[in-house]
């Protein structure tokens, strides 16, 4: 099974400041990866797929990159509304895998 | 719009069994694979299982294989899981999921979850 690490697994930003957030997979994946994003007691909404496609409705303010192992999911200026829990996927092999998520926090 | 919503969850013992299903609205169902997903409390995204449109093709995580079923009813718009021999560590929100396209495993909507508790 594919391992998927995320870091950090949480921080404090500003309303504004622009973030990363890195997603590694224990072996190569292509572009085979989604970012989701889940703020408390809701579901995971889809973000990107394909590590750099923006999922229709998504705010163009997010964007990923990446190939093969390391992949990243930028927001440029953050808004409130983006404090959450961001998860990355792979969706190379079976069993498809998450990462452990990231929590990203109002500093 | 498309609309999923999930069913069935409740206390139930460890080894007991439990049958949930999942509602979908608002796209042609039969076009699409399906996906169980579920989230421990406090804790990350499981995918669990899947099954493609036309119920020939189902997938599990090891830690459900051999105890859960996952199955379809495309004449109703219906995705079910039913679970057996149910353990402390199936206790979770168990989302129902689109797949974005065949089998692609990516998860385009989600519904809000039921939730399952094992506890004696």
């Known amino acids: 099974a594919i391992r998927m690490t995320q870091s950090p697994s949480s921080f404090s930003a500003s309303t504004g400041d622009r973030v990363t957030i890195t997603c590694r997979a224990s072996q190569g994946i292509s572009s085979y990866l989604a970012w989701y994003q889940q703020k408390p007691g809701k579901a995971p909404k889809l973000l990107i797929y394909?590590?750099?496609t923006l999922q229709s409705g998504v705010p163009s303010r997010f964007s990923g990159s990446g190939s093969g192992t390391d992949f990243t999911l930028t927001i440029s200026c953050l808004q409130s509304e983006d404090f959450a829990t961001y998860y990355c996927q792979q969706y190379y092999s079976y069993p498809p895998s998450f990462g452990q998520g990231t929590k990203l926090e109002i500093k | 719009e498309v609309q999923l919503v999930e069913s069935g969850g409740v206390v139930v013992q460890p080894g007991g069994s439990l049958r949930l299903s999942c509602a979908a609205s608002?796209?042609?169902?039969?076009?699409?694979?399906m996906h169980w997903v579920r989230q421990a409390p406090g804790k990350g995204l499981e995918w669990v299982s899947l099954?493609?449109?036309?119920?020939?093709?189902?997938y599990y995580a090891d830690s459900v294989k051999g105890r859960f079923t996952i199955s379809r009813d495309n004449s109703k718009n219906s995705l079910y899981l039913q679970m057996n021999s149910l353990r402390a560590e199936d206790t979770a929100l168990y989302y129902c999921?689109?797949?974005?396209?065949?089998?692609?495993?990516?998860?385009?909507?989600w519904g809000q979850g039921t939730l399952v508790t094992v506890s004696s």
């Open positions: 999921a689109k797949d974005q396209g065949g089998i692609l495993r990516v998860f385009d909507y």
């Open positions: 394909a590590a750099s």
């Open positions: 608002g796209f042609t169902f039969d076009d699409y694979a």
């Open positions: 099954i493609s449109w036309d119920g020939g093709s189902t």
